[in-house]
């Protein structure tokens, strides 16, 4: 066999290496071109599948991101069915199965613009254009002031009591109660609804509104926990409900909700929702479990589903200072895990409180009439009067009309009859009165009272005070 020169050796590695490298950048190639594919297919998939939307999102990672995430599906009033979240290397990307508020998969491309939109870089733009939407069509310009405190029957008709004395609209209010804990975020203008309200004029309706807050407070009690001061939101986020409810979170974390109520609180409580709260927290499993190896606890949630429960949770969890990597895989802010069982329990107990505290089991009332100053206290006081505690109220104006939505139970602790509710309807003629029932067990109230007058009370006297109502 002929012996090879070096140079035929060399002419034979020098074309194996031009080979190579050609497969080699052909391989690179459609690599590249997969990896482009791969990545238009991301950004622009938002596919259909068992009547659900699957949308991506794929970002740079930083605290809080999630949760503004979760905020904006929320905020479309998009409801989350199923989410994987993952986290690494400072990236993210979480896959939502998505339904729209009547629980059809999304198709209108519109909406799916404005996802993309709301999460992108004009997020602040689309919330300062919302805000001035909800909020700037008043002349007034009304001041946000947030409350905290300790919850009793009839606190929400003293509150708008004590602001129509004062000489003040409400615009908007928005309390939540839960554990004898309060947490309300409210809007307020002048009577005339012409001119803002001054800064001194201000601090004295927080003064006077912190007054009847701890009208019932004992010397030992927490007093810094029972005060009206001004909203801690940003003004371009002013007006989104998301923000107001995200809010409310934080308040009702600050005054520990998640504890619950003394044995000197029961009574009061009871007429607070209480009994519902303590059911949904049987019906809910809530447990931390350490995964060491990889350095995260595990946090596992199990009740029964709602709208905004992913958004509640991932607020406590945030505001507990918790970062979220993978589902629900957390590690504290500072790196750190739960490693004793008092932090697990504390966790475990606030996560529990997140679930409960929106959920108002009762009747659902709501209430259509031309605004004016005293409105929201004349409906809650003739409420009161009569017997029925209001657990949850959502009261907003859209210029001269004023929609009221109550969540009401008995003041005994038991929910409403609803041939009660029926025969207060029919009472109220007339009246626009939408009535919904949102108890899972409707129990009898007690056979004393009688299903007579609360319909005609409520007709007579707020026709009184209001003169006429409008349509819902």
């Known amino acids: 066999m002929k012996k090879e020169t070096q140079i035929e050796v060399e002419q034979k590695l020098a074309e194996g290496r031009k080979k190579v490298e050609a ?149 908007e209010a928005h309390p939540w109660s839960h554990n004898a804990r309060l947490a309300c975020v409210a809007y307020i203008s002048d009577q005339s609804m012409e001119t803002p309200i001054e800064d001194h004029r201000l601090h004295a309706i927080e003064d006077h509104l912190t007054t009847v807050l ?81 350095g995260y606890s595990i946090a596992t949630i199990q009740c029964k589903d709602r709208r905004k429960l992913m958004f509640d949770t991932v607020c406590t969890l945030t505001d507990m200072q918790f970062v979220i990597f993978h589902e629900y895989f957390i590690r504290h802010i500072n790196g750190c895990v739960l490693n004793t069982e008092s932090e697990k329990e504390r966790v475990v107990k606030c996560l529990e409180a997140a679930i409960v505290r929106r959920v108002c089991e009762g009747v659902r009332l709501e209430l259509c009439a031309y605004n004016r100053v005293g409105l929201l206290s004349d409906i809650t006081r003739v409420l009161r009067e009569n017997g029925l505690a209001v657990v949850r109220t959502d009261a907003v104006t859209h210029r001269e009309k004023a929609v009221n939505a109550f969540y009401i139970r008995d003041i005994s602790g038991n929910n409403v009859d609803m041939n009660f509710i029926k025969s207060m309807k029919r009472e109220m003629g007339a009246i626009d009165l939408a009535v919904k029932d949102e108890t899972t067990v409707i129990r009898p109230t007690s056979s004393g009272r009688s299903n007579f007058s609360i319909g005609y009370i409520l007709k007579s006297q707020i026709e009184r005070f209001s003169h006429n109502f409008v349509a819902i």
């Open 23 to 171: 497969e080699l950048k052909e391989a690179l190639a459609n690599l590249d071109k997969h990896r482009a594919d791969t990545i238009k297919a991301l950004d622009s998939q938002i596919s259909a599948f068992s009547e659900e939307i699957v949308k991506k999102i794929d970002s740079i990672n930083k605290q809080d991101l999630l949760l503004e995430v979760v905020q904006v599906l929320t905020d479309m009033n998009l409801t989350i069915l199923k989410s994987y979240v993952s986290s690494d290397a400072g990236w993210y990307m979480d896959v939502f199965h998505l339904k729209d508020e009547f629980g059809s998969k999304i198709t209108d491309q519109r909406i799916m613009n404005c996802i993309q939109q709301a999460i992108g870089a004009n997020r602040d733009t689309a919330l300062k254009s919302k805000a001035r939407n909800s909020l700037e069509s008043h002349p007034g310009r009304p001041k946000a002031i947030e409350m905290t405190g300790k919850d009793r029957p009839g606190l929400l008709s003293e509150i708008s009591a004590a602001l129509a004395d004062l000489h003040c609209n409400i615009v």
């Open 214 to 294: 701890r009208a019932n407070t004992t010397w030992d009690e927490n007093a810094s926990q029972q005060e009206v001061k001004p909203a801690v939101i940003p003004m371009e986020k002013l007006g989104t409900m998301t923000n107001v409810e995200r809010r409310l979170n934080q308040l009702m974390l600050s005054v520990r909700d998640f504890d619950g109520p003394s044995q000197a609180l029961t009574a009061n409580s009871i007429t607070m929702g209480s009994d519902s709260d303590e059911d949904e927290r049987k019906k809910a499993s809530v447990s931390i479990e350490s995964c060491n190896e990889k």
